[in-house]
Each structure stands twice: as C-alpha cells, then as structure tokens.
Nanobody, 127 residues
Framework: QVQLVESGGGLVQAGGSLRLSCAAS????????MGWFRQAPGKEREFVAF????????YYADSVKGRFTISRDNPKNTLYLQMNILKPEDTAVYYC????????????????????WGQGAQVTVSS
C-alpha cells in the first residue's frame, strides 16, 4: 500500500504562485510514477502533469504547459507541483496519484490507470 498526503494549497490572487507537495509512504517511492490531477466544482477530474520514476520524463496538460512544473525528490519521498502565473480557471482540488505500471505520452494521463490517490488539496485563485 501507498499513502499520499498533499499539502500547500490555499488562496492566491491571479498571477501568483503556489507549490503543492505530496508526501508518500508505504512503498519505495522511486519505483512509482507520479501524477497530478485536479477537479473543479461541477467538472470531471482532469490530468495536470506526470513524472516518471527517475524524473527523466514529464508531461503536461496543454492548459498548464509553461506555467506548472512537476518535480520529485526521491530521497525525501516527495512529489511537487510548482504553479506559476495562476489563473482563476486553475481553481480546483488537486490530487497527487501514483502508478506502478509504465506509461508514455497520452497513456500517462488516464486517471483510472493510477493505483493510489491522495485526499486532495484545495487551490483557489481569485481574480
């Protein structure tokens, strides 16, 4: 089993920045590929970003490309999402997720292929 706990959410003005963290425990973190997803009120969950086991590969949703950066610190068992130039449409609950199976490209954006999920962190961007 893997436990994931997000932190770092909050309220920020448009144009501002936030960094989300996701602390992992229960299984060797470096063997898991990781992703960030989000869900806004009344909308379906959507993919945000992915990072491979070693951090050598990353993918982003078009809506966040160039503004968000996913990274990981394997010795610290922690995943990060640096969010810059935030927009009101980025308002959502953000979830980190872990998967054991290899993926590439679009295959990494399917939420139903992730095995473990955190409880979520609220991010609210005011205009």
């Amino acid at each position: 089993q893997v436990q994931l706990v997000e932190s770092g959410g909050g309220l920020v003005q448009a144009g501002g920045s936030l960094r989300l963290s996701c602390a992992a425990s229960g299984r060797t973190f470096s063997t898991l590929a990781m992703g960030w997803f989000r869900q806004a009120p009344g909308k379906e969950r959507e993919f945000v970003a992915f990072i491979s086991w070693t951090g050598s590969r990353s993918y982003y949703a078009d809506s966040v490309k160039g503004r968000f950066t996913i990274s990981r610190d394997n010795p610290k068992n922690t995943l990060y999402l640096q969010m810059n130039i935030l927009k009101p449409e980025d308002t959502a609950v953000y979830y980190c997720a872990a998967r054991r199976e290899y993926c590439s490209g679009d295959g990494c954006s399917a939420g139903d292929r992730y095995d473990y999920w955190g409880q979520g962190a609220q991010v609210t961007v005011s205009s």
